[in-house]
């Protein structure tokens, strides 16, 4: 299989390695680059479990090819800790305690901070949307409504 280059930006760092052509963005993260971050749930699109944001918008990783992110900006939920400190979203998953097994956590932190960076102040419908691409099989889905929402709070509270 031919090998090809590929260059983008992973939480702020840089990132060059050359891949199989037709490698997955979820495997290239987490085989080539060592971010395990994103979880490979089902492997076809459905579960959000591998979501990343590229330039902004939210990806599902196990079906966007590395080859097409060339000269992007990714963050994973490994990118969002500043400093130690946790994200206002990764501290309220935590305190309202929205993860069980943890599984599907970082797809719906991503889903949810994309959500927050477009609409800083969702209504739970909004929230309820934003997060429709995401499947948890533990929490029953309130405790992670709760989070995003008390998130939402949090930061506009910071920024008043």
């Known amino acids: ?32 680059i060592g971010d395990t971050s994103p979880k490979g749930g ?57 993860t069980q097994c943890g599984f599907c956590t970082p797809g719906m932190i991503m889903a949810a901070k994309v959500l927050l960076d477009h609409t800083p102040n969702p209504s739970r419908d909004e929230v309820v949307e934003a997060l429709s691409g995401n499947i948890c099989r533990c929490t029953g889905y309130e405790p992670i409504i709760q989070a995003v929402l008390t998130a939402a709070r949090a930061n506009s509270q910071n920024a008043a």
Not at 6 to 31: H, M, Y
């Open 1 to 32: 299989m031919a090998k090809v280059p590929v260059q983008f930006t992973l939480n702020g760092s840089e990132k060059a390695e050359f891949i199989d052509s037709g490698t997955t963005l979820l495997n290239a993260l987490r085989d080539k």
């Open 42 to 98: 089902c492997q076809q699109g459905t579960c959000g479990a591998c979501s990343v944001i590229v330039d902004g918008e939210l990806r599902l990783s196990c079906l966007t090819l590395a080859e097409t992110c060339n000269g992007t900006a990714i963050t994973t939920t490994s990118g969002l800790a500043e400093g130690g400190v946790l994200h206002p979203l990764q501290r309220a998953f935590l305190d309202t305690f929205a």
